[in-house]
């Protein structure tokens, strides 16, 4: 590829994977009278995808090696006054790494689906609702201004709503989606006030233009208040990422998720909606970094997601679940780092987290299938003699995972404590703190559910309960485990080399190069974490070394081998600390109550607003005021006129002789 990108190229990147989408899921399902089958369906499907992903890699190449940027307007929709709707691209090394990272995932969660869902009846549906997926995301990360990036943003709403609920039947997989989509709903609304004021006064939607005047936005404040307008421009932008990238309060939705199937799990979860967030941010890192408050607000959230979701990934017997919960506390680092405007750090941590979390997810799924879709981590055991891929593959992630020197996430997650650490702003001490200790949390839950589905004794012949299969269906086989086929497995070694190597290739050229020079701002002088970090690196392979003797590290082992003790050297202790600590365990395993309390409080209260509005406003006083009144009130008027009408000539004249002498009268008492 030249030093310059073409528009007509890029333009291919998301309309490969709709084309894919559009292609199953019309001829594929009975829409379209099931013209074409299983085979086609995914054949088309994965082909899309992998042309995004080639063109992609093409670009992340020209940009990093030959500097090649992209900014302009595919196609402009309407212009409203001197205000311009457009459909347009912005290609730099923010984008072109996201752009990797998506389509390489969905690649892999393409292929890894043709063996996950090869029994289920929604084939062609599911390829074409992730292709769809797929495409959604990528507008999102490849829009240069607002109006696409809201197209994106809820685009990939929507799609997850069909994901999450993609087993319809299934009344929990219902409740899941709708939650999903109502709670993204809150964080959308603080969304597109942020957009909404940008355009008020800005007078633009795109981003650049909109950068270039984030020096007057600051000098404005907020009408009515002492507020700075860049701050709560800055808050309601984080309030959208707080939904979608599931932050504390708004996290509630992603576990619940796990009700879609696994692979959707971990394209949700891993390279597509949860990280729109953490991207949007980075993106606006020009208006954040005026915001010293925003930052202090996005670190604080960041910390207290990061800490307390790992603490429920230590009572979760779900496989997913746990999962889930590490993503969840992953997400809380990444915004740890962006309100520290270690932005570059925290979207490194997006790609690391990108692999090694695909990687468990889909390692997960791949010990649903072989325990014949038993998913309670309590009713296996010694799994790894009969998946050795899986084993091994699930060993990198969750290694990557817990920050082991010289894997991926050890690169990124030790950057991020790093840049936390130097810090100034208010907050950055219980952050620091946030994200040392959940080292240690990592490494138990990880480590946890490492222990007790591949070692120890085996337990899958003992579960009392009748298997519950992933796919809704009840199967009671119990016999030994096996192998998943190679389509599931080949996924799985694949996400597990840049799991090991992403980290040591890409943190000097994601850190401390220009590669992100003209995508992400920083404030050097206001805030100096990302000058330190760079002092303090001398090179991959040193970090590795210097890792072994840090406090993070040796957390990390504590973690490990404290799970060791617990489940496999000593399996009655667990059972001994829920019972010392049974109110702990309740709070823990109710989740902080926040379910409760959404359900039984907030909608309590938003049905009793609707009831109110639907009685009080819309029977009462549109139906019976507004509506009906008016209309007895002029039924009334018509009956009290009609006497009036006598058809009498005289009385005509009496009434209008009348009425010249009421109107001679106002006129002589007026000028007076």
Not at 25 to 30: A, C, L, V
Not at 406 to 427: M, N, R
Not at 566 to 583: D, E, I, S
Request: with cysteine; hydrophobic share 55%.
């Amino acid at each position: 590829m030249a030093s310059t990108l073409n528009a007509t190229t890029l333009l291919a990147v998301p309309l490969a994977p709709l084309a894919g989408s559009l292609i199953a899921g019309i001829f594929g399902t009975t829409f379209g009278g099931n013209r074409i089958g299983r085979g086609l369906s995914h054949t088309f499907t994965i082909l899309g995808v992998f042309i995004a992903f080639v063109i992609s890699a093409m670009t992340l190449k020209a940009v990093a090696l030959d500097g090649a940027r992209f900014n302009e307007t595919i196609y402009e929709w309407m212009v409203i006054g001197g205000l311009k709707m457009e459909v347009g691209f912005l290609v730099d090394g923010l984008t072109a790494m996201m752009m990797c990272v998506v389509t390489f995932v969905s690649l892999m969660v393409h292929i890894y689906t043709i063996g996950y869902m090869a029994d289920d009846d929604g084939y062609n549906r599911f390829f074409a609702y992730i292709s769809l997926f797929t495409f959604s995301m990528l507008m999102l990360v490849m829009s240069n201004n607002f109006l696409q990036l809201f197209f994106g943003w809820e685009a990939v709403g929507v799609v997850s709503y069909l994901l999450i609920g993609f087993w319809y039947t299934r009344p929990t997989a219902v409740f899941a989606n709708l939650k999903a989509f109502l709670v993204n709903r809150v964080g959308d609304f603080g969304f597109i006030l942020g957009i909404g004021l940008i355009m008020a006064y800005a007078g633009t939607l795109s981003y650049s233009e909109a950068f270039a005047k984030s020096g007057e936005l600051a000098k404005l404040a907020f009408p009515g208040t002492d507020w700075m307008l860049i701050t709560v421009i800055c808050i309601c932008l984080f309030i959208g990422a707080m939904g979608k990238s599931a932050q504390f309060p708004l996290h509630v939705w992603l576990p619940d998720s796990m009700e879609g199937p696994t692979p959707i799990s971990a394209l949700i979860h891993a390279a597509t909606m949860v990280t729109a967030g953490i991207f949007m941010v980075a993106r606006m890192s020009p208006l954040f970094e005026l915001s010293d408050t925003a930052l202090s607000f996005v670190m604080v959230i960041g910390a207290i997601t990061a800490l307390f979701m790992g603490f429920l990934g230590i009572v979760q017997n779900d496989i997913k679940r746990v999962v889930a919960y590490s993503t969840l506390s992953q997400l809380g680092y990444m915004t740890v780092a962006l309100g520290a405007s270690a932005y570059s750090v925290a979207v490194f941590h997006l790609m690391t987290h990108a692999f090694f979390k695909a990687l468990l997810f889909l390692a997960a799924g791949s010990v649903i299938i072989g325990m014949h879709h038993n998913q309670d981590i309590r009713w296996m055991g010694n799994v790894r003699k009969y998946m050795p891929v899986t084993y091994w593959t699930s060993l990198v992630g969750s290694l990557a995972l817990i920050g082991t020197p010289l894997f991926a996430g050890f690169y990124s997650k030790d950057s991020i404590i790093e840049a936390v650490h130097f810090s100034t702003l208010p907050g950055h001490g219980f952050a620091y703190f946030a994200v040392t200790v959940g080292v240690f949390v990592t490494a138990f839950y990880s480590f946890r559910m490492f222990f007790l589905v591949f070692h120890g004794k085996e337990r899958f012949d003992q579960n009392p309960d009748a298997h519950h299969d992933d796919h809704g269906h009840d199967d009671h086989h119990d016999h030994e485990p096996h192998e998943s086929p190679w389509v599931v497995t080949a996924p799985l070694i694949l996400l597990a080399i840049p799991s090991v190597l992403a980290g040591f290739l890409f943190i000097h050229g994601m850190l401390f190069s220009d590669f992100m020079k003209d995508a992400i701002f920083v404030n050097a002088e206001a805030h100096k974490g990302m000058e330190k970090l760079a002092e303090e690196f001398h090179g991959p392979l040193q970090m590795a070394l210097h890792g072994l003797t840090t406090l993070p590290f040796w957390l990390a082992l504590a973690g490990v081998v404290a799970a060791w003790y617990m489940y496999l050297k000593n399996p009655a202790l667990p059972a001994a600390v829920k019972q010392r600590f049974g109110w702990l365990y309740t709070i823990l395993d109710n989740k902080y109550y926040f379910d409760w309390f959404n359900e039984n409080v907030l909608a309590r209260a938003a049905r009793g607003i609707g009831m109110g509005l639907w009685k009080g406003g819309d029977q009462a006083v549109i139906d019976g005021a507004a509506v009906n009144g008016s209309a007895r009130l002029v039924s009334w008027f018509a009956g009290v006129i009609r006497w009036v009408q006598t058809g009498y000539l005289f009385h005509y004249a009496f009434a209008m002789i009348i009425g010249v002498f009421v109107l001679m009268t106002w006129f002589v008492w007026l000028h007076r």
